[in-house]
């Protein structure tokens, strides 16, 4: 006699699964859920999954608690997406293009069960005005969940003034929408660029000789599902990222007179880096471009020369090592700061805005763990 392999399992709200045999024919395999589930006759709830997955759920589900487990596991089999509210017991059954379920399947679908976070990136940002009266640094983070992709986005205003505050303050949020649902940053850069000389007049009041607000820009776009960052900047704005041996790299390359004259040779004065050859209401400045694998980055900074300058450039005290040092990203980046204003109120009169956002991504085995979990309830 040939055992039947399990089509479905039942997730008590402790998260104990137990593997079930439910019926083919439908009137009969409704019949099992209503009873499995203590609905009323045809009254249980059901929600797909996947193409090869269906959960379901008691109606009354208002008398029964929460069930997390469940939850989690829906997360995890379907990279992230939100699921339905389910509470009390829920079974997780077999689509009829997948009757049954092997071992390994089985197996899967426990592990999910204990998945209990979603993997997916944090991110934190520290900010301080330094010697300035306003801060008119801009952070933007935009998580666009259909695409499994994010957008982080520094904006360094030109100027301290409070319209350069408020006009970074606007586009920030902007261009890492943009940046995410496309997952094209230079795509977004551009369309921003359009959109901040075509709303010009509106900021400056019509004059025609008005002192333009204006910033530079990066932006990392980080895409799960392909394990790729792509970033894209203007100005002198920069990202770094750290590998999994803790060592940094700088992504970006600046976009200001220092560079320019660096890479050809010549001398390179103090006021060089304060010259400024491409920013967001520049049409035809350059716009720089990376795209990466991300399997070997654990984390990535973004930040405003504010903080760079005085840390890392030339014969500047300090050093990024702080980055490493954090125990997370919100460590890091307060610490960043902190010693980046520390270090600019002994080299400057007067210290810059200063800003860091830090990204730590997630670990390479909780991916391919979520990726194994996801390819299965899709294939």
Same mark, same amino acid.
């Given at each position: &006699?040939?055992?039947?392999?399990?089509?479905?399992?039942?997730?008590?709200?402790?998260?104990?699964?137990? +593997?079930?045999?439910?019926?083919?024919?439908?009137?009969?395999?409704?019949?099992? !859920?209503?009873?499995?589930?203590?609905?009323?006759?045809?009254?249980?709830?059901?929600?797909?999954?996947?193409?090869?997955?269906?959960?379901?759920?008691?109606?009354?589900?208002?008398?029964?608690?929460?069930?997390?487990?469940?939850?989690?596991?829906?997360?995890?089999?379907?990279?992230? =997406?939100?699921?339905?509210?389910?509470?009390?017991?829920?079974?997780?059954?077999?689509?009829?293009?997948?009757?049954?379920? =092997?071992?390994?399947? !089985?197996?899967? /679908?426990?592990?999910?069960?204990?998945?209990?976070?979603?993997?997916?990136?944090? %991110?934190?940002?520290?900010?301080? $005005?330094?010697?300035?009266?306003?801060? $008119? *640094?801009?952070?933007? /983070?935009?998580?666009?969940?259909?695409?499994?992709?994010?957008?982080?986005?520094?904006?360094?205003?030109?100027?301290?003034?409070?319209?350069?505050?408020?006009?970074?303050?606007?586009?920030? +949020?902007?261009? #890492?929408?943009?940046?995410?649902?496309?997952?094209? +940053?230079?795509? #977004?850069?551009?369309?921003?660029?359009?959109?901040?000389?075509?709303?010009?007049?509106?900021?400056?009041?019509?004059?025609?000789?008005?002192?333009?607000?204006?910033?530079?820009?990066?932006?990392?776009?980080?895409?799960?599902?392909?394990?790729?960052?792509?970033?894209?900047?203007?100005?002198?704005?920069?990202?770094?990222?750290?590998?999994?041996?803790? &060592?940094?790299?700088?992504?970006?390359? *600046?976009?200001?007179? %220092?560079?320019?004259?660096?890479?050809?040779? &010549?001398?390179?004065?103090?006021?060089?880096?304060?010259?400024?050859?491409?920013?967001? %209401?520049?049409?035809?400045?350059?716009?720089?471009?990376?795209?990466?694998?991300?399997?070997?980055?654990?984390?990535?900074?973004?930040?405003?020369?504010?903080?760079?300058?005085?840390?890392?450039?030339?014969?500047?005290?300090? =050093?990024? *090592?702080?980055?490493?040092?954090?125990?997370?990203?919100?460590?890091?980046?307060?610490?960043?700061? *902190?010693?980046?204003?520390?270090?600019?109120?002994?080299?400057?009169?007067?210290?810059?805005?200063?800003? %860091?956002?830090?990204?730590?991504?997630?670990?390479? =085995?909780?991916?391919?763990?979520?990726?194994?979990?996801?390819?299965?309830?899709?294939?």
């Amino acid at each position: &006699m040939t055992r039947r392999l399990a089509n479905a399992v039942y997730i008590n709200l402790n998260g104990a699964c137990d +593997p079930l045999n439910l019926a083919a024919a439908p009137t009969r395999r409704a019949a099992e !859920l209503d009873k499995l589930l203590g609905s009323a006759p045809g009254r249980t709830i059901t929600h797909r999954l996947s193409t090869r997955i269906t959960a379901h759920a008691p109606r009354a589900g208002w008398k029964h608690s929460i069930n997390t487990p469940a939850m989690d596991a829906w997360r995890a089999l379907t990279g992230g =997406s939100r699921p339905p509210q389910l509470r009390g017991p829920i079974v997780f059954a077999a689509t009829p293009q997948a009757p049954s379920w =092997s071992p390994a399947d !089985l197996e899967a /679908i426990s592990a999910a069960v204990g998945v209990r976070t979603t993997v997916r990136p944090t %991110a934190a940002f520290a900010q301080q $005005c330094g010697g300035r009266s306003e801060q $008119c *640094d801009a952070v933007a /983070i935009y998580h666009h969940r259909p695409a499994g992709r994010w957008a982080y986005v520094v904006l360094d205003g030109v100027g301290d003034t409070p319209l350069v505050r408020e006009w970074t303050r606007h586009y920030a +949020p902007r261009l #890492a929408a943009a940046a995410a649902r496309f997952g094209d +940053p230079v795509g #977004a850069l551009k369309d921003i660029r359009r959109e901040c000389l075509a709303e010009m007049p509106k900021w400056t009041d019509g004059e025609l000789w008005a002192d333009e607000p204006t910033a530079c820009a990066v932006v990392v776009v980080y895409d799960q599902a392909n394990n790729t960052l792509t970033t894209a900047w203007c100005g002198d704005a920069r990202a770094y990222q750290v590998n999994e041996f803790g &060592m940094h790299r700088l992504l970006t390359r *600046d976009h200001n007179a %220092a560079q320019y004259k660096r890479d050809r040779g &010549m001398e390179v004065d103090d006021a060089d880096r304060h010259w400024v050859m491409s920013h967001l %209401a520049k049409f035809y400045g350059e716009i720089g471009w990376w795209r990466e694998s991300a399997d070997q980055v654990s984390r990535l900074l973004l930040c405003t020369d504010g903080v760079y300058e005085p840390l890392e450039d030339g014969e500047r005290p300090g =050093s990024l *090592d702080a980055l490493l040092l954090g125990e997370d990203e919100r460590d890091a980046a307060g610490l960043l700061v *902190d010693d980046a204003v520390r270090a600019a109120a002994l080299l400057y009169d007067r210290p810059d805005n200063a800003t %860091a956002l830090v990204v730590t991504l997630p670990e390479i =085995s909780d991916l391919w763990k979520l990726r194994a979990l996801v390819k299965f309830s899709q294939r």
